[in-house]
């Protein structure tokens, strides 16, 4: 049997690579793409991009629409990504986290992660208060103007959020998205001392969003687990009480996975000193109660999302 020579595997592992670039197209908003739109995106020859689609078509990733010719995402694309819901610890024990959100307040559930230096939608859970937003679970949205972004950003290395608030590209999305980094840098700092992150209207007109750090094994924010609602329910005075219904949830969501230490909820940290980061104030203070304690510390039903549940419609 013969081994493929050095320069071989080489061109194989470039043919690899492109293909899988001309794929990655297929992640963003677009639904489909012809032959001589994907050459143009990906500077490459027609008759590669062909070749390369209907290799994916036969493996039934892509389908083709047989009278536009154009291709869009096939089914089996969408069982291999549910496989990553389905075997993902954080996804797995995430779903009735918020499921029981949405029961508790009525506004829907997410749970988003940092995937290079946007912001991944990952999971959504509609609650009756449902507001169409427009983005949906797999979408990519930017770091610098959603809650669950600067939520992580808050709670990550500084000198990685630093390099990532730098990179990104400041967009308007709505007439009150901030694109100022100065002013987005302040949130972040806000969001890391009292624990979560609040923006409304910045990426959809009318929509509000609460965003909390869900903590892995070493105290490192893995997702954000976030409310989002019609932002002319929830009153600015509300919003504490949405945030301390997220941190109960964060918290249990953070046990399963392996975090240790959870050190928000029931306005515990309002005022804690600015010159320390969260885990070192909490270490000084000394050992969290435990998670049956925690559970039974004081619980305020939200004045925002009781009134809106009489007789509120989607």
């Not at 930017?142 to 730098?166: C, K, N, Y």
């Not at 070192?280 to 304690?293: C, F, H, M, Q």
Request: hydrophobic share 40%; with cysteine.
């Amino acid at each position: 049997m013969s081994s493929s020579s050095p320069a071989e595997k080489a061109e194989s592992m470039k043919s690899l690579r492109t293909a899988l670039r001309v794929l990655r197209e297929f992640g963003g908003d677009q639904r489909d793409f012809g032959v001589g739109e994907l050459a143009e995106r990906c500077d490459i020859s027609k008759g590669q991009i062909s070749k390369i689609l209907a290799a994916f078509a036969e493996a039934g990733l892509l389908i083709q629409d047989q009278q536009s010719r154009r291709y869009a995402v096939g089914a089996r694309m969408f069982a291999l990504g549910s496989r990553f819901v389905t075997h993902d610890r954080l996804c797995r024990e995430a779903i009735p986290a918020m499921r029981e959100l949405v029961g508790k307040t009525g506004h829907s559930a997410r749970l988003s992660v940092l995937d290079g230096d946007d912001v991944l939608y990952l999971l959504g859970i509609e609650g009756p208060l449902f507001i169409d937003t427009g983005w949906r679970a797999g979408t990519w949205l930017p770091v610098h103007s959603t809650a669950a972004g600067r939520v992580l950003l808050a709670f990550m290395e500084p000198q990685r959020a630093d390099r990532a608030l730098a990179r990104a590209q400041p967009r308007t999305m709505t007439s009150r998205t901030l694109t100022d980094r100065a002013q987005i840098r302040k949130l972040v700092h806000n969001g890391r001392l009292r624990g979560y992150v609040t923006q409304r209207g910045e990426t959809t007109e009318g929509l509000g969003v609460i965003a909390v750090p869900v903590f892995g094994e070493g105290t490192v924010a893995v997702a954000a687990l976030s409310l989002a609602f019609p932002a002319h329910l929830v009153s600015a005075e509300d919003e504490a009480d949405l945030a301390d219904i997220l941190h109960a949830s964060a918290r249990v969501l953070s046990q399963r996975i392996g975090g240790t230490v959870y050190p928000f909820g029931t306005r515990r940290n309002a005022a804690a000193p600015s010159t320390r980061s969260v885990f070192e104030v909490d270490s000084l203070k000394g050992p969290r109660p435990s998670s049956a304690t925690a559970s039974n510390s004081r619980r305020r039903e939200p004045t925002g999302p009781s009134r809106p549940n009489r007789g509120a419609s989607r």
